[in-house]
Nanobody
């Protein structure tokens, strides 16, 4: 059984930083894209960032470019460093993984494994 477990969420003031972690287990995650999505109350789930299996290629949503950095420590571990946080970054953040593929994608339909989510709250 595939399992993705996120950690690192919490409450932070605007301008602060948080680092989210995601560890996957249950199958090999080499050659799979791992990424982050987020969902704020009353809104659709949005793409945040994704990276390929080696961490050599990354793609970001427009709202987080220049502030967030995705990195991959191993084939089954991915991080999201979030700097210069804004109140509009408040959301539940989900880790996700695709099936075997070579290209980084932001399409949530390509991700077939999802974590339970971790809450990030940014206060003024």
């Amino acid at each position: 059984q595939v399992q993705l477990v996120e950690s690192g969420g919490g409450l932070v003031q605007a301008g602060g930083s948080l680092r989210l972690s995601c560890t996957a287990s249950g199958r090999t995650f080499s050659r799979r894209i791992m990424g982050w999505f987020r969902q704020a109350p009353g809104k659709e789930r949005d793409f945040v960032a994704a990276t390929n299996w080696s961490g050599s290629s990354a793609y970001y949503g427009d709202s987080v470019k220049g502030r967030f950095t995705i990195s991959r420590a191993a084939e089954n571990t991915v991080y999201l460093q979030m700097n210069s946080l804004k109140p509009e970054d408040t959301a539940v953040y989900y880790c996700a993984a695709t099936g075997v593929r070579s290209g980084v994608t932001s399409d949530p339909r390509a991700f077939d494994s999802w974590g339970q989510g971790t809450q990030v709250t940014v206060s003024l």
